[in-house]
């Protein structure tokens, strides 16, 4: 049996004032929890990654992570419903003299239940084959009533020709993919924002998981069509980077970069110009993510602020030879590329903290 070591953590009237709350006991820390006029304590860590369970919310009995909302008996430990073989230590506790003293020496065990691990969680190894190109649409319209897109035009005949220099090339339309937005982990703990995502994990029905699959495991190149939306690219757009921060997230806390030997390229078209500042938002992400470019990494098309009529503009690139070349002589740049990286060509480099002053964040795991 443990020893005993009853640690004073607080005055009883005081601490009866919050359900829930993360404490210390010397350096363990404790879930206190204040229920139906009792104590109980359970670890303050997640069996998760480490969430500070006295921080998240009482649901029932069960003490909330608000992290990834993993659910833990507040007196027995034990995991919700279905998961009672993930649980976490439980201390015991009592009153003496008005103050409030936890046992950490006799804590019990603490047990995960096995949990087979995501598809996407496997190592990234490229398999043998002729290079592979990722199309990536992120323009917005009508289910049902589809219309002339100039950058999925674009897109589309730059795949098509992708194929004809006998490379397996696809294309994911962002639109078609159901998918929550960014919910933020991330700040919360940079260690609350995983990979893969907390949310493709938590849930099943998220469609973004096509993208990861393609974007790390799959593809050679990444090729992203956006139209400009107010001198930006598109809401899709940046609703897909902000859930791609689970990827350069691996790089700054365990220096993993899952981005390896692949190339980027662009396709942007407007009404209104801003094609640079667009084009250099899109460069920058995806150079933090460890992508290379190959030589005039992006095609664009606009015709200025006052080209308000809009169906000139698409009959325009409908039309236009220049512009659908262009798209052609694109991605046999970043086919190029691609066969340069994945010979192995350019060197790999060896990543010292994700390339963020020269050293690893000091991110420590959370007992």
């Given at each position: 049996?443990p020893?005993?070591e009853?640690?004073?953590i607080?005055a009883a009237d005081a601490?009866a004032?919050?359900?829930?709350q993360?404490v210390?006991a010397?350096?363990t820390?404790?879930?206190?929890c204040y229920?139906?006029?009792q104590?109980?304590?359970i670890?303050?860590?997640?069996n998760?990654?480490?969430g500070?369970?006295?921080e998240?919310?009482?649901d029932?009995?069960?003490?909330?992570?608000?992290?990834?909302f993993?659910?833990?008996?507040c007196?027995t430990?034990?995991?919700?419903p279905?998961f009672?073989?993930?649980?976490v230590?439980?201390?015991?506790v009592?009153i003496?003299?008005g103050r409030?003293?936890?046992d950490?020496?006799?804590?019990?065990p603490?047990?995960k239940k096995?949990?087979?691990p995501?598809?996407?969680a496997?190592p990234v190894?490229?398999?043998?084959?002729?290079?592979?190109?990722?199309?990536?649409?992120?323009?917005?319209m009508?289910?049902?009533h589809?219309?002339?897109?100039?950058?999925?035009?674009l897109?589309?005949?730059?795949?098509a020709?992708?194929?004809?220099?006998?490379?397996?090339a696809?294309?994911?339309?962002?639109?078609?993919?159901n998918?929550?937005?960014?919910e933020?982990?991330?700040?919360?703990s940079a260690r609350?924002?995983?990979?893969p995502c907390?949310?493709t994990?938590?849930d099943p029905?998220?469609e973004?998981?096509?993208?990861y699959e393609?974007?790390v495991?799959?593809a050679d190149?990444i090729?992203v069509?956006?139209?400009?939306?107010w001198?930006v690219a598109?809401?899709?757009?940046?609703?897909m980077?902000?859930?791609?921060?689970c990827?350069?997230n691996?790089e700054?806390?365990a220096n993993r970069q899952?981005?390896k030997?692949?190339?980027?390229a662009?396709?942007?078209t407007?009404?209104?110009d801003n094609?640079q500042?667009?084009a250099?938002?899109?460069?920058?992400f995806?150079?933090e993510?460890?992508c290379q470019?190959?030589?005039?990494?992006?095609?664009?098309?606009?015709r200025g602020?006052?080209?308000?009529?809009?169906?000139?503009?698409?009959r325009?690139?409908?039309q236009?030879?220049?512009?659908h070349e262009g798209?052609?002589?694109l991605?046999?740049?970043?086919?190029d590329?691609a066969?340069?990286l994945?010979a192995g060509t350019?060197a790999?480099?060896k990543?010292?903290?994700g390339?963020?002053?020269?050293r690893?964040?000091d991110?420590k795991?959370?007992?």
């Amino acid at each position: 049996m443990p020893a005993n070591e009853w640690v004073d953590i607080g005055a009883a009237d005081a601490l009866a004032q919050r359900e829930l709350q993360q404490v210390s006991a010397r350096r363990t820390r404790i879930a206190l929890c204040y229920r139906d006029g009792q104590f109980s304590a359970i670890s303050g860590g997640c069996n998760h990654v480490g969430g500070p369970l006295g921080e998240g919310w009482l649901d029932g009995d069960y003490v909330t992570c608000p992290w990834h909302f993993w659910k833990f008996h507040c007196r027995t430990g034990m995991g919700e419903p279905g998961f009672e073989e993930d649980r976490v230590p439980t201390y015991p506790v009592k009153i003496e003299g008005g103050r409030v003293l936890v046992d950490i020496g006799a804590a019990t065990p603490r047990t995960k239940k096995p949990h087979a691990p995501h598809p996407l969680a496997r190592p990234v190894v490229r398999a043998p084959g002729p290079i592979r190109i990722i199309g990536i649409s992120t323009t917005v319209m009508h289910p049902q009533h589809p219309r002339y897109s100039t950058s999925d035009a674009l897109l589309e005949t730059a795949i098509a020709h992708a194929r004809t220099r006998a490379c397996d090339a696809e294309i994911i339309y962002l639109r078609k993919l159901n998918f929550r937005a960014c919910e933020g982990y991330y700040s919360k703990s940079a260690r609350a924002c995983t990979w893969p995502c907390s949310i493709t994990q938590m849930d099943p029905a998220d469609e973004l998981d096509r993208v990861y699959e393609a974007v790390v495991h799959w593809a050679d190149v990444i090729l992203v069509s956006t139209p400009i939306r107010w001198g930006v690219a598109s809401s899709l757009y940046f609703k897909m980077v902000e859930r791609m921060n689970c990827i350069q997230n691996q790089e700054t806390i365990a220096n993993r970069q899952l981005l390896k030997n692949k190339a980027a390229a662009f396709i942007i078209t407007g009404g209104q110009d801003n094609v640079q500042a667009v084009a250099g938002t899109m460069l920058g992400f995806f150079a933090e993510v460890g992508c290379q470019f190959p030589q005039f990494p992006y095609i664009a098309h606009s015709r200025g602020w006052s080209a308000e009529d809009m169906e000139n503009n698409t009959r325009y690139v409908e039309q236009s030879k220049t512009l659908h070349e262009g798209s052609e002589a694109l991605v046999e740049r970043a086919i190029d590329m691609a066969k340069l990286l994945v010979a192995g060509t350019i060197a790999e480099v060896k990543l010292v903290g994700g390339g963020r002053k020269g050293r690893q964040l000091d991110v420590k795991a959370q007992t």
